[in-house]
Nanobody
Framework: QVQVAESGGGSVRSGGSLGLSCRVS????????MGWYRQAPGKKREMVAL???????NYGDFVKGRFTVSRDNAKNVVALELNNLKPEDTALYYC???????????????WGRGTQVTVSS
């Protein structure tokens, strides 16, 4: 069993900042990519940021230097710092991890339940 638990989020005015954190726990042999996706009402889920164990990072095109993803491999934690938030950043933000449970099986995708980020103008 793998648990993905997000924290953070909330409401902020345009231009403000928020922080998200996510811890992956349970039966874990290895965690590959970790990161964040988001989904706004009526829109498809989109990638916000992904980070490998080696620290290689990919951001969604819309991030444009406003968000910073980080990872603590020892604690199985991934964090996302959101700065200069805009109303269009309003969405449910999901933590994502590719987790390998043992030395035999391949990695599987796991998702958190999501944490709401609301940005008002």
């Amino acid at each position: 069993q793998v648990q993905v638990a997000e924290s953070g989020g909330g409401s902020v005015r345009s231009g403000g900042s928020l922080g998200l954190s996510c811890r992956v726990s349970g039966t874990i042999f290895y965690i590959y990519s970790m990161g964040w996706y988001r989904q706004a009402p009526g829109k498809k889920r989109e990638m916000v940021a992904l980070i490998t164990p080696e620290g290689v990072i990919n951001y969604g095109d819309f991030v444009k230097g406003r968000f910073t993803v980080s990872r603590d491999n020892a604690k199985n934690v991934v964090a996302l710092e959101l700065n200069n938030l805009k109303p269009e950043d309003t969405a449910l933000y999901y933590c994502y991890a590719v987790v390998r449970l043992d030395s035999v099986t391949s990695g599987n995708q796991y998702w958190g339940r999501g944490t709401q980020v609301t940005v008002s103008s």
